[in-house]
């Protein structure tokens, strides 16, 4: 059973940072990033490692930076710039060729 283990979110001001990290069980995969989620609205990939590509959402190009550490099976989600928009849940995602695993989710609020 795949195990994603996250840390980070809260709190934070518009204009602010945050440093989400996601710790994977595994080290082969198809796919590992991060997804949001904010209320009423859909989940959709904020960021992620894409069959050995990096992709961003287009609301989050040039604020926010994915970077991963191989040692540690570990991603990272840098948020810099925020704002009240990128309030929501953030989950990692994890694709192992067969199936989607999911983290249990942090909440990023950011206010006004």
């Known amino acids: 059973q795949v195990q994603l283990v996250e840390s980070g979110g809260g709190l934070v001001q518009a204009g602010g940072s945050l440093r989400l990290s996601c710790a994977a069980s595994?080290?082969?995969?198809?796919?590992l990033g991060w997804y949001r989620q904010a209320p009423g609205k859909q989940r959709e990939l904020v960021a992620g490692?894409?069959?050995?590509?990096?992709n961003y959402a287009d609301s989050v190009k040039g604020r926010f930076t994915i970077s991963r550490d191989n040692a540690k099976n570990t991603v990272y989600l840098q948020m810099n710039g925020l704002t009240p928009e990128d309030t929501a849940v953030y989950y990692c995602n994890l694709n192992d060729g067969f199936r989607d695993y999911w983290g249990q989710g942090t909440q990023v609020t950011v206010s006004s």
């Open positions: 490692f894409i069959r050995g590509r990096i």
């Open positions: 595994i080290s082969v995969f198809s796919m």
